[in-house]
């Protein structure tokens, strides 16, 4: 019911910049927390940022003052802006929305995009 796709990733040098879009569409009712995660090979899939409805954020420590989300709640749309790229940020990154489905009011269940790579060289 909820679907998300995401854009931007790619390879960059190590201090490159990336910036990564999710957008959501399908029958929605309405989207609370979104937010990005990435998985390493060989590692658990960590969250990077996550951002709420009114604007809140919150930041994994290993990117914080590099990495910025936003979002977009007209366009059900959110962002991670990535500077200072490390070669330790490559990795496949998803994008996650808590959202109600007009279907399932009102049990808001976790939607996943399809992951985006992001490769940094050194």
């Known amino acids: 019911q909820v679907q998300l796709v995401e854009s931007g990733g790619g390879l960059v040098q190590a201090g490159g910049s990336l910036r990564l879009s999710c957008a959501a569409s399908g029958s929605i009712f309405s989207i609370n927390a979104m937010g990005w995660y990435r998985q390493a090979p060989g590692k658990q899939r960590e969250l990077v940022a996550a951002?709420?409805?009114?604007?809140?954020?919150n930041y994994a420590d290993s990117v914080k003052g590099r990495f910025t989300i936003s979002r977009d709640n007209a366009k059900n749309t959110v962002y991670l802006q990535m500077n200072s790229l490390k070669p330790e940020d490559t990795a496949v990154y998803y994008c996650n929305a808590a959202a109600e489905a007009i279907a399932t009011i009102p049990a808001e269940y976790d939607y996943w995009g399809q992951g985006t790579q992001v490769t940094v060289s050194s």
């Open positions: 951002i709420t409805s009114g604007g809140s954020t």
